[in-house]
């Protein structure tokens, strides 16, 4: 069964599609959440299917989800560097903060403004967060994936997907806020 | 604010995300209780991650015709990839952007798969004149099934669940395992539309592989099963009891004939039939 399929070998071989594809949604939403523009948001998700195509000899049996989707996240940031459009800074090298008491005293608490939020008031915040943060909150929120399949696809340690998991949340209730202050 | 909040304040996303282990919950259930500011922030965060979830569910939902298109698209792509002998698809599968770019058009949406199954089959032209045309259609049907959510309209591993389903559906009753041999499990039905004939379609998981096994009504005699294959999806058809079954998958013939050979002798115990790889 974990045969690698010879070079001619018809598609679909050896469960590739009972395993990757039901993971398109998620792919195509990771993608589009990275690049921003549905065409080569498109075209990523497709150039990576082909590329764990072409791979799929080699998966070892585990989790599918992560492994299309770090090949999916790899490829958006290929691309994002070719169009010059890469503004990933790592934020785990910045230095830590020392506002955080305050930042905890003053942040939103308050979960009924919150829950009024509506879908399109969600998105535009969560476009405004760091990519760092951004693609940790889609990966946990949107797709329900475990820390150790975030720590897979973001190829970084388990504790850092937790405090970037905990900043990224703290930005977006801040966010959040001050959406609210502007409205009323 | 205590030294206890700042320390248990990673601890309490992961009590979240249910990351933590039973000491840790406890810990955290007992901060909570006692500390208010903590609770109360918990319960925004809590607030957040639902409405994420809800909005995220929502995203998903309004994408349904994106990613269909984009499903589509990826056979085509795919099976081009694994066919590069294929004049036709040969074309297609050039590196570069050009064939992409034809394919953005909405009008090259789900039914795309089918054609390209059929285009991809009919290049192999190994079936019997008078099948390839059921076969194009079960092979089409075998694809389309998997694209995300075609797979299954009842799902469960159980026979006494999927039996009944189909009973208000079709003027027969097709025979139903919730297990086939080792390997395969039940994982749903679906009705399908085969040959101008309502069909009971039901779909095992077996390892890596999905087979699906069409049941419609046939009045032709009773048939010794008959094995095609079609540069990759093996087709097993025989009929029994006035029943025509058609199983296709992906997997290897003679697996796909011991699934055909289970069936069959569940369904007739004890008449065995000689195919051509013996169990």
Sequence with gaps: MT?????????????????????????????????????????????????????????????AKAWILTIVRRQALNWLRRERLYDLVDIDDLPARTDDEALRQDQVQDTVMITAQSDAS??????????????????????????????????????????????????????????????? | MTPECRNLRLSLEAYLDNELGVEAVLTVEAHLGACPDCARLFAASRALKLRL????????????????????KIRHALIAEAVP????????????????????????????????????????????????????????????????QHLIDVQSSDHHTVKPWFAGKLDFSPPVLSRVGDKCTLIGGRLDYVAHKDTAAMAYQ?????????????????????SNSHQGYQV??????????????DMTAPALERFAQVVFDANHGGNKLSLRTPL
Aim: proline share 6%; charged share 25%.
């Design chain 1, 3 to 63: 045969k690698d399929p010879p070079r001619s070998a018809p598609w679909p071989t050896d469960g590739f599609d009972a395993l990757i594809l039901p993971h398109l949604g998620a792919a195509y939403r990771l993608a589009l959440w990275v690049v921003r523009d549905d065409a080569p948001a498109q075209d990523i998700v497709q150039d990576s299917y082909l590329k764990a195509y072409r791979a799929w000899g080699r998966f070892q049996p585990g989790n």
């Design chain 1, 122 to 184: 969600l998105h535009a915040a969560i476009d405004r967060l760091a990519p760092a943060l951004r693609e940790v909150i889609l990966l946990k929120e949107f797709e329900a994936l475990s820390y150790r399949e975030i720590a897979e696809v973001l190829e970084i340690p388990m504790g850092t997907v937790m405090s970037r998991l905990s900043r990224a949340r703290e930005a977006l209730k801040r966010l959040l806020m001050e959406a609210g202050h502007h409205d009323t």
């Design chain 2, 236 to 249: 097993v058809r025989w009929r029994q009891n006035h029943l025509a079954y058609f199983a296709v998958s």
């Design chain 2, 53 to 72: 979830g809800e909005a995220g569910a929502a995203e998903a939902e309004t994408q349904t015709a994106e990613v269909a298109e984009l499903s589509a």
């Design chain 2, 206 to 226: 077996c390892d890596r592989h999905v087979v699906n096994l069409y049941v419609q009504t046939t009045d032709q005699a009773d048939a010794r099963p008959d």
């Design chain 2, 85 to 148: 002998e294929t004049p036709s698809v040969t074309a297609f599968s050039q590196r570069g952007r050009a064939w992409v770019k034809p394919l953005m058009s909405p009008d090259f949406g789900a039914g795309l798969v089918a054609a390209c199954a059929v285009m991809w089959v009919a290049s192999g032209a190994m079936a019997p004149r008078g099948q390839a045309a059921l076969t194009d259609e079960l092979v089409s049907s075998h694809v389309r099934s998997l694209m995300p």
